[in-house]
């Protein structure tokens, strides 16, 4: 014992000792200092924007490869705006989540906490006021791409976000967010179990419990009728709030009534008067205030499968129970922007009458030259040929409102905010009716002849000879007067076209096949009906004078596109494209020239070889972009005009200010036409002095989404738009022709 204790006294000197302190120290400063991860959030940058911001949360601090990561998409809007859920109701759009994540990382459904419905003025929606959260969660790899893990060892969760706020308007919203986390290994860095945050607890309270069942069940009939077992749900305190969580079903207005017969629940509502096919499945929501006492469930979730029938039975035992509030909130104020519900029919009654007032618009004067044309040369045709170039017309024009509409339906579906009018956005698109009506004004003024008439244009082009293909011509003749006329809205068809686009894509082609009858219509008329025919006048040497005169409507049409031109791409591209006009008018001439010769081939090429340059130049020109910021519309027409944007509309709503928004674009003849005689007079304008008015402009030449949005806040789709705000009341649409009088009495 003795020698143990000299060997430790001879250990433990005082340098040594010193030293193994120290070394202990060491130790237990490694084991103290060793990373004991507990659940702790990262919130992502929370970005700003028009009422709301938003950003991406992380309930822990890392991830871990093998296991599931717990988001949030946090919204945050200001007072008194709202959200909406996944079934936004009458009007609104769900918030959207795409997400931009690493190679075999999976995202779930986003979970919605229960909406609160939004009663205005009819429309009845469903959404969230505050802030909310919508939990999602991240499934992560076992094995992590070494792409994905950055220098300092982290993984970037990256995703669009996508919304719609509302109050007195409704803006829509897009941010771009990114939560960045460091990759943990459960084991090396002493991660403990992982426990709920207080913040994700109380998301995920607000969530409706799954219940998972076999016993609930649907049908649609005259109305909509709900069925689930009761020993399948909660001991209900008090009656549920209905919520059905799929649009389009029921009629949001109307609230639910329950009923229990012997051992279900049933639920009716009345259907939503546009519903064509239900869904296999239907999420049912019911909602129960918890009770002081004892923790109820507050929300519970179901799916009922559609049957064709729900069968009941003693219906005497029918307890009828009082009406389910169904989550009322009528305080809460949201935008009146739909109009009143319309039929499939009554849509295409519309439809039509807004295809036939569009021949009578501005966007159809620079096409009217070829109407003409058609129209007095259907005169020399017998009654079956006149027949046949009137259904070929109408064919062309229907056909080319299907293309369009199609087109339109499509990239909206792909995400795209455009509307009607799109194609004339696009400087390529203009490039091209610049060449094609530059070469059609040619042919009419007898520089070069494209066939013996107009209706020969798609029919071999220099056959002098009529023959049974004539119609191709009438055919492309009705193409060519879409493609053109097309880009403003008529009366009438602002409603028809909000409501085509709302409906599936079968209902909406045909509304817009409606249209294009409507701008058929007359020429269809004078081809069948022989006193409309025979009240034209006989074709004679007066039509080559009528066609050379016509050429000059063809010109300035030119001009206008040209003009439109430079307001999308700027001055240097307008000049390559009158280079380009030059070219075409050269080749065309020496074609010309050699059009009759067997021995030309060395010429046609050199004709070839300059039209392609000059169609490299319109190529080039249209991609030019340019770096000058124009005003809408010229200084001398308004110069008080500001520049639309959401947040100058609210500011000046707020301010309690009476603001007027004009939602043109420069391709919109219409809407130069009424800011000419209308709101360009000094009689107006001073109108809007007297009453201090904000007069905001919005130009819609190039793709604009929030001008996009701002439209369909009004079922519209395309332009002329004219909106008059009064303090304190509801919006005002005006008119798409406007006079003077029109504007100022919209004011008073």
């Not at 709101?679 to 996009?708: E, H, R």
Request: charge should be negative; include cysteine.
């Amino acid at each position: 014992m003795l020698q143990a204790l000299l060997t430790v006294k001879v250990l433990l000197s005082p340098q040594r000792s010193l030293i193994a302190a120290f070394v202990i120290f060491c130790m237990m400063l490694s084991i103290a200092s060793k990373p004991v991860l507990a659940s702790s959030p990262v919130f992502g940058e929370q970005k700003a924007a028009a009422h709301i911001k938003v950003g991406l949360v992380s309930e822990q601090g890392y991830l871990v490869a093998g296991e599931t990561a717990q988001l949030a998409l946090r919204l945050l809007p200001d007072e008194g705006w709202h959200t909406y859920w996944r079934n936004p109701g009458d009007t609104g759009l769900p918030t959207r989540v795409i997400w931009q994540l690493p190679e075999q990382f999976r995202a779930g459904n986003l979970e919605w906490p229960v909406p609160e419905r939004i009663d205005y003025q009819g429309a009845v929606n469903f959404g969230y006021h505050g802030e909310t959260w919508l939990p999602v969660s991240i499934s992560v790899p076992a094995s992590i791409s070494s792409g994905a893990i950055n220098s300092q060892g982290e993984i970037a969760l990256s995703a669009t976000a996508k919304w719609l706020i509302c109050k007195d308007v409704c803006i829509p919203g897009k941010a771009e967010l990114t939560v960045v986390l460091p990759l943990r290994d459960r084991k090396l860095d002493n991660i403990q179990e992982t426990t709920s945050h207080p913040l994700f607890e109380e998301a995920r309270s607000k969530i409706p419990r799954l219940i998972y069942t076999n016993n609930a069940a649907y049908a649609v009939g005259e109305q909509v009728d709900i069925a689930v077992a009761l020993n399948e749900l909660p001991a209900f305190e008090r009656l549920p709030q209905v919520f059905i969580g799929s649009a389009g079903i029921v009629d949001n207005f109307d609230k639910p009534t329950i009923k229990i017969i012997n051992d279900q629940l049933h639920i009716s509502a009345k259907k939503d008067y546009y519903l064509e096919e239900a869904p296999e499945l239907l999420s049912v929501l019911l909602v129960t205030a918890a009770a002081e006492e004892q923790d109820q469930v507050k929300a519970i979730e179901f799916t009922a499968r559609k049957k064709a029938v729900l069968a009941v039975t003693n219906s005497s035992l029918i307890e009828d129970v009082k009406e389910t509030t169904a989550a009322s909130s009528s305080d809460s104020p949201s935008v009146d922007t739909s109009e009143a519900p319309i039929s499939i029919l009554y849509a295409l009654l519309l439809a039509v009458a807004g295809g036939l007032v569009l021949n009578a618009m501005p966007c159809v004067f620079p096409v009217l030259s070829l109407k003409i044309v058609s129209l007095v040369e259907s005169g020399n045709h017998n009654s079956t040929e006149r027949r046949r170039h009137g259904i070929a017309y109408t064919a062309g024009v229907i056909l080319s409102f299907l293309l369009i509409a199609g087109l339109l339906i499509a990239l909206r579906f792909a995400g795209e905010q455009i509307g009607w009018g799109f194609q004339l956005q696009s400087p390529w698109f203009i490039a091209f009716l610049v060449y094609l009506l530059f070469v059609l004004g040619l042919s009419l003024s007898g520089f070069i002849e494209l066939g013996s008439s107009l209706q020969n244009l798609g029919a071999g082009l220099g056959n002098k000879e009529r023959s049974s293909s004539d119609w191709r011509g009438s055919f492309f003749t009705g193409v060519l007067a879409t493609v053109v006329a097309t880009p403003c809205t008529a009366p009438f068809m602002g409603t028809a076209m909000g409501f085509a686009l709302g409906q599936s894509a079968v209902v909406a082609l045909l509304i817009f096949a409606a249209m294009g009858l409507g701008l058929a219509l007359p020429f269809l008329l004078i081809a069948f009906i022989p006193f409309l025919a025979n009240a034209l006048p006989k074709p004679g040497n007066w039509m080559v004078r009528l066609k050379e005169f016509l050429a000059f409507p063809i010109y300035l049409t030119v001009i206008w596109l040209l003009w439109v031109f430079s307001r999308q791409t700027g001055g240097d591209a307008v000049a390559l494209m009158l280079v380009g006009l030059v070219l075409v008018a050269l080749a065309l001439w020496i074609w010309r020239q050699t059009q009759f010769r067997d021995d030309a081939f060395m010429s046609r090429a050199v004709a070839a070889f300059i039209l392609v340059a000059a169609i490299i130049l319109a190529l080039y020109a249209a991609s030019v972009e340019r770096n000058d910021i124009v005003l809408t519309d010229t200084a001398t027409v308004e110069s008080d005009a500001q520049e639309y944007t959401p947040e100058r509309l609210q500011q000046a709503l707020d301010n309690g200010e009476a603001v007027f928004v004009n939602m043109t674009a420069d391709w919109c003849i219409t809407c130069k036409v009424n800011e000419r005689i209308a709101l360009g007079t000094n009689k107006v304008k001073n109108a809007f002095a007297a009453q201090s008015i904000t007069y905001l402009k919005g130009d819609w030449t190039n793709s604009d989404p929030v001008i996009t949005e701002y439209l369909a806040t009004f079922s519209r789709n395309g332009v002329p738009l004219y909106v008059y705000y009064a303090p304190g009341k509801t919006a005002v649409v005006l008119p798409q022709i406007l006079t003077p009088s029109i504007v100022i009495d919209a004011i008073r």
